[in-house]
């Protein structure tokens, strides 16, 4: 059979700060936030505060634009997202409403817009933390999925209010939320349509770390980001991700990936650096890249063009 042609992937410019990014809805600061340039922390904060960070096309669009950049910048390790103000995110805002792009698509061209943002987080090797630093509804909830690490607000109300809304779950979380929490909580969730403080029983799977100062959320989300900053390789730990997400289904080929993956990573620089720098007892300095140092048969599933993923056009910074 004949394969299917696919779209050359988009390039992308690296800018050397990302403060100057042309974005709208959301904010983006290096860490500390008075460097001039890009750190291996990146603090993405939802700035919407007025509407309680809602969710707009606009805010799509922005994450659509830096994530792909945060991807193949070697300069970021990691990327913190949070909101401004009292909340993290109150879902989809309603004021603009559910059809608001004008002329109404067939439905097997629509894309759904919380999924391209989604898809922006989880197609990104750098880890995601999500300081929830207040309440969090709808899609303010499932954007977070994507993301590796959850930190919430004890007494600060999340839920996945969908079905109080008349409407199904979005974002890809019929996807990740069973797979994350398991589906009888992930039932329970979405059939209720309740809100929680975070430090419920029935949240516990979902959030890894619960603050009781709502202050500390972001600071912790941070202290977190820096650890992994400093001491993680980006590939392995990516690799490490998409080993979990895109395993097969059996234990036996999963024991022939694994045993491939491992294999190549035994030769790999990363691994030569994290030994060397254990014995030197000294922090790594992990430099491998997939486009350099990852595996021949990367990626070892076959991928659906929901968009291609992005390359990079500049030299590296």
């Known amino acids: 059979m004949p394969s299917i042609p696919r779209a050359d992937p988009p390039l992308v410019d690296i800018p050397e700060s990302y403060k100057s990014l042309p974005v709208q809805h959301i904010k983006i600061s290096h860490y500390p936030e008075d460097a001039p340039t890009a750190t291996p922390v990146i603090v993405v904060t939802l700035n919407r505060p007025k509407q309680r960070n809602a969710f707009t096309l606009q805010m799509m669009k922005d994450f659509e634009l830096c994530y792909p950049m945060f991807d193949l910048d070697e300069r970021v390790k990691a990327i913190v997202l949070t909101g401004s103000g009292d909340a993290f995110c109150a879902g989809a805002d309603l004021d603009i409403g559910f059809n608001s792009g004008g002329e109404r698509e067939r439905l097997v061209d629509h894309r759904d817009s919380g999924g391209r943002l989604n898809l922006a987080i989880f197609r990104c090797r750098k880890p995601t933390i999500v300081a929830l630093n207040g309440p969090a509804v709808g899609l303010g909830m499932t954007m977070t999925l994507a993301a590796t690490i959850r930190i919430a607000h004890a007494s600060s109300k999340y839920g996945f209010v969908f079905a109080r ?107 030569a650096e994290g030994v060397k720098s254990f014995f030197e007892k000294r922090k790594p300095k992990f430099e491998a890249t997939l486009e350099k140092d990852g595996p021949p048969f990367f990626p070892w599933w076959t991928e659906v063009d929901t968009g291609s993923r992005a390359k990079r056009a500049g030299p590296k910074l």
């Open 165 to 271: 809304r008349g409407i199904t779950m979005e974002s890809n979380s019929s996807y990740l939320l069973p797979r994350l929490i398991g589906y009888s909580n992930a039932m329970y969730l979405l059939s209720t349509g309740d809100v929680f403080r975070g430090d419920s029983k029935y949240l516990a799977q979902l959030f890894q770390e619960v603050i009781e100062d709502k202050q500390e959320v972001l600071n912790r989300a941070l202290q977190l980001a820096s650890n992994i900053a400093e001491n993680v390789s980006v590939m392995a730990s990516y690799l490490n991700r998409e080993l979990m997400w895109r395993g097969p289904p059996s234990i036996e080929e999963t024991h022939l990936l694994d045993s491939a993956v491992l294999y190549h990573m035994f030769a790999n620089r990363d691994c």
